[in-house]
């Protein structure tokens, strides 16, 4: 295995980037292929609970990553060992899984959906233990090896947790083989070969730079926190009325179905993801022409990129939606396209942000963020409670329009701060 993954080489930049593909749209879909097989399998009430405690997963993972990647990747010094890396990611998982339980408990959910949800986040805490390796992995300019964990990690998943439904027809006991796979996996392919690069010492790892990583990554995980409740608010508000007993089983289910394409355009960061790397490494030589010029191409990809998306997916979108999940959407296409708009606005402001955090501006990103989650906050109970899935779509797109405003503006203003160090 050493010598198929090319350990002690460098990989060439073809490899890199095919792996990144592959292991990021493997990770990106598998929210998508996980409900496809729920909503095939089982009945529509443990869909619309899968939907749910996914949706919380997701919020909840920002906790245990603390957005530390995007300060891990671009750490070309290495001003933190990766000993501290890892061991403040284990202090994080360990603070998820705490909210995680808080978070059933004041939810007033039953038994059952309790331990879905708590399941799915500790499903999600080990997606967080092995970003922490490949963020590693990236450091070292081996990203392609981050991309196949990603790759064989969530194909190996996806194959369990779907033939375990296929044999049990239970959500529950599905679960808990899925958590079992994703850590097995873990430490047979993630710390095994973190070895190669750095070794993790036993409780070897000081407090202030934990401290200090945590506190330069706070207002990453700030942020993220926020854009993950502004993603989730919508879904929150249909199971708050689904559990007041307004609206039928299975309206969780189809909106989960319709939101899925808004994650086509957030693919597109698959390709920029090494970009962003490469523009820290310009900066940190002082390679200011060769970073402008990077920078240029990245947001000219973006639009061409975008455009298609939309152009293509507002058309086969919906039906291929109602082939593939057996369903008929058709009554909702304008919602979807809305929804296709906020993920367009959405992914313009991630580049944005992105670039920030390579100029290491990232505190300014705070109000955008906040904003946008005002405004996700205060619309989407009214408006899913009078227009449905229909204002579910209006809210998330309003809140993706209102980040994408104001990081534009932080970004025109910050975007030449890099001249001050010159």
């Known amino acids: 295995?050493?010598?198929?993954?090319?350990?002690?080489?460098?990989?060439?930049?073809?490899?890199?980037?095919?792996?990144?593909?592959?292991?990021?749209?493997?990770?990106?879909?598998?929210?998508?292929?996980?409900?496809?097989?729920?909503a095939r399998l089982l009945d529509s009430y443990n869909a619309d609970v899968f939907s749910i405690a996914y949706a919380v997963g997701n919020l909840l993972i920002t906790v245990a990553t603390f957005q530390v990647r995007d300060f891990q990747a671009t750490d070309i010094k290495e001003k933190y060992s990766f000993n501290n890396y890892f061991y403040a990611r284990t202090l994080t998982v360990l603070i998820m899984m705490l909210v995680a339980v808080g978070y059933?408990?004041?939810?007033?959910?039953?038994?059952?959906?309790?331990l879905c949800v708590l399941l799915i986040c500790f499903y999600r805490s080990s997606d967080a233990l092995s970003d922490v390796f490949q963020g590693m992995f990236q450091q070292h300019e081996r990203l392609d090896i981050a991309g196949k964990s990603l790759f064989f990690r969530n194909g190996f998943i996806f194959l369990g947790f779907t033939i375990a439904l296929l044999l049990t027809h239970e959500l529950?006991?599905?679960?808990?083989?899925?958590?079992?796979?994703?850590?097995?996996?873990?430490?047979?392919?993630?710390?095994?070969?973190s070895r190669y690069f750095s070794k993790i010492k036993a409780f070897h790892f000081s407090f202030k730079q934990v401290r200090g990583l945590l506190i330069e990554s706070s207002p990453l995980f700030i942020n993220a926190f926020m854009l993950v409740s502004i993603y989730n608010q919508p879904k929150y508000a249909l199971d708050n009325l689904f559990e007041r007993g307004l609206l039928e089983v299975g309206i969780q289910t189809d909106f989960n179905i319709l939101f899925m394409p808004v994650f086509a355009m957030n693919l597109t960061m698959?390709?920029?993801?090494p970009m962003m790397t490469q523009m820290a490494i310009f900066l940190e030589k002082k390679e200011y022409e060769s970073f402008v010029q990077y920078r240029r191409?990245?947001?000219?990809?973006?639009?061409?990129?975008?455009?298609?998306?939309?152009?293509?997916?507002?058309?086969?979108?919906?039906?291929?939606?109602?082939?593939?999940?057996?369903?008929?959407?058709?009554?909702?296409?304008?919602?979807?396209?809305?929804?296709?708009?906020?993920?367009?606005?959405?992914?313009?402001?991630?580049?944005?942000?992105?670039?920030?955090?390579?100029l290491r501006k990232q505190k300014l990103l705070v109000i955008s963020f906040a904003s946008g989650f005002c405004v996700s906050y205060l619309s989407a109970n009214p408006l899913v409670e009078?227009?449905?899935?229909?204002?579910?779509?209006?809210?998330?797109?309003?809140?993706?329009l209102t980040w994408l405003f104001l990081s534009l503006i932080i970004y025109f203003r910050a975007k030449d701060s890099y001249k001050e160090k010159k």
């Open 172 to 193: 529950l006991l599905s679960l808990i083989i899925m958590n079992v796979l994703s850590f097995v996996f873990v430490f047979g392919f993630d710390f095994l070969l």
């Open 1 to 38: 295995m050493i010598k198929l993954l090319k350990i002690g080489q460098k990989a060439s930049q073809k490899e890199v980037f095919a792996w990144n593909i592959l292991g990021s749209l493997a990770s990106a879909a598998m929210s998508t292929l996980l409900l496809l097989s729920v």
């Open 104 to 114: 059933v408990f004041i939810h007033g959910y039953d038994a059952y959906k309790s």
């Open 297 to 358: 191409k990245l947001l000219q990809m973006l639009v061409i990129i975008s455009f298609l998306i939309l152009a293509v997916v507002s058309v086969i979108g919906v039906p291929i939606l109602n082939i593939v999940y057996s369903t008929n959407l058709n009554k909702f296409i304008f919602a979807f396209i809305i929804l296709i708009v906020g993920g367009i606005a959405s992914t313009f402001a991630t580049v944005c942000d992105n670039i920030l955090t390579v």
């Open 270 to 273: 698959i390709f920029f993801r």
């Open 386 to 400: 009078h227009y449905g899935i229909y204002g579910a779509s209006i809210s998330f797109t309003l809140s993706m």
